[in-house]
């Protein structure tokens, strides 16, 4: 009897006790499941995704993101590569309801045999409620969550839809964050495009992104790879066979090719500003703009390569400064090891800069090595560094005596990659980095695009962005937009003004009387000058008398409406390119003459879409076709004419002049209709070329940073168009050469050359120039055989 009411009692107690763990579990759960998330949200799941840049053509310049993520709906991800993960991840995901209590029991006893945590027991479902909806804290509590939320995912979501989630949201190492930018980012592929091979190779990865990774650790990788082909093969998901030949092929680790590329970072800059000033840091790099630019890349790579191939021929004009700095002996060799590290990885291309170390001399050659390959660089091809001395280490580098410059051993140069011979020696050239800096605007003048931008020699080493950031003196580059003004108070390419000395007279803020006395860059003056003449040759005296006579307020208005913002000096030393600019206004006015006389504002950006694909901002008004709405915007690129199409012409036609018979000569080897002028300031400081040919205007800026001469002879001419040059060159091969458009009211008629009245076309100083309507002259020089300056200059002032 008394052992019946033990066990009842015991009975009873370890009910109660169930009862009391049940009523406490209950209570948890109930407490807990308060203080979870809802689920619900995850059916609008929007996870942070990159910000992509396009070029013109449609070709990805830049990426902007915190997680590189790019979401791929399930049903365009290969069934293969789905398979792989499940195989990997979650055999079962099919056949339970979030939670997996056999997988959790199999990696107990795995994790207890092992002692230690080898195996985890989550399912898919449970590490999307972990990534999306908890934190990573490794502590019970946060696993029961997990467990509640991955269970009642299940049943609000569909399978699908949780793969949808976990394929875009998992971290796969590398930056890479969702499979398609794995994809990207080790393939260089889309997801579409994997083999059975990658596709287990990438599944292995979420165990440990880190471990596995193909590029730290392609053993491991592999090795993680058969062991996800031999779970697809047991899961009856591919063959033996298929497994053996997944396993067999040879696959290679393609670094995604950097967006960024190098030689669009000025511009992708200028848009990565816009975007964060319009639209916000958050949904610059989170938000999965789509960003539509004016660029074209191979203008940009043009203009690149272009001003960098111009600054160190300028550089290299000046003086060598020596080594970039000089290694101890024990310090080589482990210089030597990193960078070949970074070749091993990345071999070395012909035209590839790099830094080699000076190891010897012999009678024609300096010796040297990058990495563990050995290089020569001839003697001939370094001659402009001077007569270069190698000494001892230890021994200081520098200035030698007379031309000489001692190179001690250990030196590290910089050196230019020219040919790799059969041997594997290395064929080099001597470069050093220029001081001397440059920038570069490309613009289409019809729309207003800007189809390249350079800031600088290198974006990074400086991200200051010389071509919209920095004002500089134009100096004569000036000239064509106060002569366009001139034009337009009456003058004429034929009128002849006196290049004469002139002295101008002022009082200085002590009020001290002044002195000014304009000169020409030869130092001379030329006496009688036709206006054409005046600009082809630059000659300052001449346009400081236009300047004085049309006015400088008047001039400095003119300016303005073609598009240089920049304020401007209301003296005539304006008439000299006094105030400063910057090439990206200089672009915008020089791109109203080539559109005959129509002003666009530059511009980056033709369409930005949201990751939804709603259009945010466009030129295009058919992408707004309910109008423009809240939170919307046309990019308005209303043309506005600014003079008339006669003056662009007229100004046009003069600058050619420049080209053909002037200062800006070297640019008749583009080898098609070219319009320009050059700019050079005193002193030599600042180095301008501006020209265009019908489709296309380009302007070149040349100078340091921190102002001072850039040495004898650096003029518009020799120290900037040759920039110009090389950029055109590459940007108009596809365009088709064409001749300035020639309105149908200019009239052209024969003048005599030396005083700019109408002459018999027989004549022999007889030449044919253009004129606006009724502006021609209408009188004949007086004597039509040889014209007497004095006799020509006397009627002129009778005539007024």
Same mark, same amino acid.
């Given at each position: ?19 009391? %763990? &049940?009523?406490? @579990? ?7 499941? +308060?203080?979870?998330? *809802?689920?619900?949200? /995850? $059916? ?83 590490? %999307? &409620?972990?990534? @999306? ?7 019970? +509590?946060?696993?029961? *969550?997990?467990?509640? /939320? $991955? ?619 253009a004129f606006a309507p009724d502006t021609a002259p209408t009188n004949y020089a007086i004597d039509r055989q040889r014209p007497n300056a004095e006799d020509f200059f006397k009627l002129d002032l009778e005539d007024r």
């Amino acid at each position: 009897m008394l052992r019946r009411k033990l066990i009842r009692l015991l009975l009873a107690l370890t009910l109660l006790g169930v009862l009391v %763990v &049940a009523a406490g @579990l209950t209570a948890g759960y109930f407490y807990v499941e +308060s203080t979870l998330p *809802k689920v619900e949200t /995850l $059916a609008d799941y929007k996870p942070p995704i990159i910000t992509r840049v396009f070029s013109d053509d449609g070709q990805v310049i830049a990426e902007f993101s915190r997680e590189r993520r790019i979401v791929v709906p399930v049903d365009r991800l290969p069934k293969q590569l789905i398979n792989a993960f499940i195989a990997a991840e979650d055999s079962n995901f099919f056949n339970h309801q979030g939670v997996d209590l056999t997988s959790i029991l199999r990696a107990a006893i795995k994790n207890l045999m092992a002692g230690g945590i080898v195996q985890g027991g989550s399912t898919i479902t449970q590490q %999307v &409620a972990k990534s @999306l909806l908890l934190t990573p804290e490794k502590k019970f +509590s946060r696993k029961f *969550k997990e467990a509640i /939320l $991955a269970y009642r995912m299940e049943k609000t979501l569909s399978k699908d839809d949780i793969l949808y989630l976990y394929l875009n949201q998992i971290y796969l190492g590398h930056g890479a964050y969702g499979v398609q930018a794995a994809a990207e980012g080790y393939y260089d592929k889309d997801t579409q495009q994997l083999t059975l091979a990658e596709c287990a190779m990438l599944a292995g990865l979420p165990q440990a992104p880190s471990r596995y990774s193909p590029y730290a650790n392609y053993g491991k990788a592999k090795d993680r790879q058969k062991y996800v082909l031999g779970r697809m093969v047991a899961e009856g998901m591919v063959s033996p066979q298929q497994a053996e030949a997944a396993k067999a092929e040879e696959i290679t680790i393609h670094p995604r090719v950097n967006t960024r590329i190098a030689d669009a970072g000025y511009f992708t800059e200028q848009v990565r500003r816009y975007l964060e000033e319009t639209y916000g840091t958050e949904r610059l790099y989170q938000g999965g703009l789509v960003v539509r630019t004016t660029m074209n890349v191979s203008m940009q790579e043009a203009a690149q390569q272009a001003i960098q191939e111009n600054l160190r021929n300028l550089d290299k004009r000046r003086v060598y400064r020596g080594p970039e700095r000089v290694l101890k002996p024990e310090e080589v060799e482990a210089y030597l090891a990193s960078q070949q590290a970074i070749y091993d990885k990345k071999p070395l291309r012909s035209g590839s800069f790099v830094e080699g170390v000076l190891t010897g001399k012999t009678d024609k050659t300096l010796l040297v090595r990058v990495g563990r390959i050995p290089g020569e660089v001839s003697l001939s091809q370094a001659a402009w560094a001077g007569n270069l001395k190698v000494v001892a280490a230890g021994e200081a580098a520098g200035k030698g005596k007379g031309n000489s410059m001692n190179l001690p051993l250990g030196s590290v140069l910089v050196l230019q990659l020219d040919k790799r011979r059969d041997d594997g020696t290395l064929l080099m050239s001597l470069e050093q980095t220029p001081e001397v800096q440059g920038a570069l605007v490309g613009l289409e003048p019809q729309t207003g695009h800007v189809k390249a931008m350079v800031g600088g020699y290198d974006f990074a080493k400086s991200q200051f962005n010389r071509a919209i950031q920095a004002r500089r003196l134009p100096g004569s580059a000036i000239k064509p937009l106060i002569y366009a003004a001139a034009i337009d108070k009456g003058y004429t390419p034929a009128t002849v003004i006196l290049d004469t000395p002139v002295v101008y007279k002022g009082k200085s803020e002590k009020g001290e009387v002044t002195e000014w006395k304009p000169k020409n860059y030869e130092d001379k003056f030329f006496g009688p000058t036709t206006f054409r003449h005046a600009l082809a040759h630059s000659q300052n005296v001449v346009t400081v008398k236009i300047l004085e006579d049309i006015g400088v307020a008047y001039a400095a208005n003119y300016i303005r409406k073609l598009g240089i913002e920049s304020p401007q000096n209301k003296d005539l030393t304006l008439a000299l390119g006094s105030s400063a600019v910057t090439p990206m206004e200089l672009a915008s006015a020089y791109a109203v003459f080539a559109n005959g006389g129509v002003r666009l504002n530059p511009t980056f950006i033709t369409r930005i879409s949201d990751r939804d694909g709603n259009v945010l901002e466009s030129v295009d008004p058919a992408d707004f076709p309910a109008g423009v709405k809240k939170g919307q915007k046309l990019i308005r690129q209303e043309p506005e004419r600014v003079i008339s199409p006669e003056t662009a012409y007229l100004i046009t036609n003069l600058m050619e002049s420049v080209v053909q018979d002037g200062t800006g000569k070297r640019a008749q080897e583009l080898g098609r209709p070219v319009a320009g002028k050059t700019g050079t300031t005193n002193d030599l400081k600042d180095a301008w070329f501006a020209g265009f040919v019908p489709q296309l205007v380009a302007v070149t800026w040349v100078g340091y940073d921190q102002e001072r001469s850039m040495g004898h002879g650096e003029t518009g001419g020799r120290a900037a168009l040759p920039g110009w040059l090389g950029f055109m060159q590459r940007a108009v091969k596809n365009l088709e050469p064409l001749a300035f458009p020639i309105p149908d009211t200019i009239e052209f008629h024969a003048i005599d050359a030396a005083t700019g009245l109408l002459a018999p076309e027989e004549s022999y100083s007889a030449v044919v120039e253009a004129f606006a309507p009724d502006t021609a002259p209408t009188n004949y020089a007086i004597d039509r055989q040889r014209p007497n300056a004095e006799d020509f200059f006397k009627l002129d002032l009778e005539d007024r």
